[in-house]
């Protein structure tokens, strides 16, 4: 079992910077796609992006531009950089890993951009 702990999360202005970290419990190289997703207040969880194990990325339009996915597989980490960050944006962010047969999800970090 893999345990995915984000952190990273807060309350910031509209404009302004976060840096979200997902920490795997384990050993992040036999993952084949690790990503962000996002769960707004009366909304279905949404794609935010996502980093294959061969560097792939991909991102939501609403997010392309702004945010970057990276992956540390020396420190088991996904890194979710996001500026210029929109009111918008306000939603719990889930880290997600797969691999074949398998997937964790982390219990979430709260992001909330004041106007």
């Known amino acids: 079992q893999v345990q995915l702990v984000e952190s990273g999360g807060g309350l910031v202005q509209a404009g302004g910077s976060l840096r979200l970290s997902c920490a795997a419990s384990?050993?992040?190289?036999?993952?084949?796609?690790m990503g962000w997703y996002r769960q707004a207040p009366g909304k279905q969880r949404e794609l935010v992006a996502t980093t294959s194990s061969g560097g792939t990325t991909d991102y939501a339009s609403s997010v392309k531009g702004r945010f970057t996915i990276s992956r540390d597989n020396a420190k088991n980490t996904v890194y979710l950089q996001m500026n210029s960050l929109k009111p918008e944006d306000t939603a719990v962010y889930y880290c997600g890993a797969w691999r074949v047969a398998e997937g964790y999800w982390g219990q979430g970090t709260q992001v909330t951009v004041s106007s």
């Open positions: 384990s050993s992040i190289f036999s993952f084949n796609l």
